[in-house]
């Protein structure tokens, strides 16, 4: 549910901050003062095309925000998990700026992501229904979904072992193809992996390897040159021609700290000539120590040098570091197994392949027998619908497209359509070609009322879906809305004082010039603000008293 909306710098909207509520909100006003730009702006949010043309004359961006409720949908959790997305709180809060040059930053609780993603997030948070190509059920490739949200509890089952199914199939059918389309090709990449991933575990690799290597050979290398400086450094420290620096040094200790106690300036001299000391104590006894553990191995310099030549040849071959062999090597590792396992089956791949078939056409048939049945009783349903609606000659059909025995789809074996016959004498035709207007607005709604407790859309926003409609029909819409805002957040824009007068809360929109700009401004109406706009609604601009006692009675009949 839409909780929050904030615009900055839309069209002619410079600043903007709504809070909405459950059920039923309606946005009225004139034509042009901004209705649809807020719409526009929610579907912004919820992963529309955003363009530079949005951004109000003047500014650098445009910024928009929107707080959500999350829906009750373990599905929608798991996409939310996937996409790293935190939800801790149930609250999805979504941003999104154009940037005039070009720019468009997107952030879901923080995170930042890109069109395509939140498209999939705002696809199950909002469902913008407009007057033409925007209204979902005028895309035929969403039919069979909606037929299978509308059968959910008889086709979840079926769907899933059929998805599971299909996939075992494909699988089998690609490595039948990939043997098939070229035996020559395939055995040669088999042997090509053979050779690498055996070449690859002869080497014996170990992670960290190269760097210890480098080391110890930099060390057996510069002998001579490490050899001579601890040398050096141990018989400074201790004996020499001059003495042993340190015997020299403890002198002078000794003898500065014997007047330490005559000022504090010795004292402190006393001091760090004792911490020098034994530091230097410390150096001369590791530089001993390191001395007594050098050794040079000319075999183990050989042999480090033929070492790192084989990892050098190595990675020219299948990556920069160690690490990036080792990674090659579990992915071809997989590809190997892989093919192996379909060269140990090949005499009965193709068998398992038929047996795969079979059983998906079977899973298949029953699906579509499930689907054919729930589509009769939602045919029922819809002329329900469409009766209450004013339109008892209609016809609706959901129309199966017959595939052929080899046509396989993720879905299943079945295309759908929505079809429809408006008038009687007419012909039967698809619901994505019916001429827009009152009858199409009619028919969106029936299927929307059946719809919407299935389609776990939390927010359903109307567009003007009651253009060229009126009087008892308007009515009917009207009802029809209300009906559909019990089960979900419903905001609707609308002209029809009908439509209005049902909403549980009222947005007026209306925009005003100063300094020669256009601003949008939204009131939040009281009852006694809603029957003076229902009114006007009703007779236009002159209000009269009949007008308003017609617009109190509409509002009355609505709230009761």
Known sequence: MLQELTIDNLAIIKHLSLDFSDHMTVLTGETGAGKSIIIDAVGLLAGGRGSQEFIRR?????????????????????????????????????????????????????????????????????????????QLLLRPEMHLGMLDQFAHNDVQDLLSRYHDQYQDYMKLKAAVDKKQSNEQQWAQRLDMLRYQVNEIESADLKAGEEEQLKSEHDRLEHFQQINNSLQQAVTVFNGGDQGAVLDQIATVMNSINEIAEFDDAYDSLSKSLNDAYYALQDVAAEANRQLDLLEFNDDRLSEIDQRLTLIGDLEHKYGDTVADILSYYNQIKQELDSMEETADSNSDLEERLTTAKEKLTETGQQLSQVRQQ???????????????????????????????????????????????????????????????????????????????????????????????????????????????????????????????????????????????????????????????????????????????????????????
């Open 58 to 134: 003047g500014a650098d961006k445009l910024s928009l925000q929107g707080q959500f409720a999350l829906p009750q949908d373990p599905e929608f959790d798991e996409l939310l998990d996937s996409l790293g997305i935190d939800h801790d709180d149930e609250i999805l809060i979504i941003s999104r700026e154009i940037y005039r040059r070009g720019r468009n930053v997107i952030r879901v609780n923080g995170q930042l992501i890109n069109t395509a993603t939140l498209k999939r997030i705002g696809s199950r948070l909002v469902d913008i229904q407009g007057q033409n190509e925007h």
């Open 374 to 560: 729930a589509a009769h009783r939602l045919t029922k349903l819809v002329h329900q619908q469409l009766r209450e609606l004013y339109m008892d000659k209609a016809v609706f059909e959901v129309h199966f497209t017959k595939q052929s025995r080899e046509h396989f789809t993720p879905s299943g074996l079945d295309e759908v359509e929505f079809y429809i016959q408006t008038n009687p004498g007419e012909s039967m035709g698809p619901l994505a070609r019916i001429a827009s207007g009152g009858e199409l607005s009619r028919v969106m709604l029936a299927l929307k009322t059946i719809f919407a407790q299935n389609e776990g859309v939390t927010s359903i926003i109307f567009d003007e879906v009651d253009t060229g409609v009126s009087g008892r029909v308007a009515q009917a819409i009207a009802d029809k809305i209300k009906v559909i805002a019990d089960r979900s957040q419903v905001l609707c824009i609308t002209h029809l004082p009908q439509v209005a007068a049902v909403a549980q809360h009222h947005l007026l929109i209306q925009k005003h010039v100063k300094n020669e700009r256009t601003t949008t401004m939204v009131t939040v109406l009281n009852n006694t603000q809603r029957v003076n706009e229902l009114a006007r609604m009703l007779s236009g601009e002159k209000v009269t008293k009949l007008t308003k006692e017609h617009a109190q009675e509409l509002l009355k009949m609505a709230q009761d």
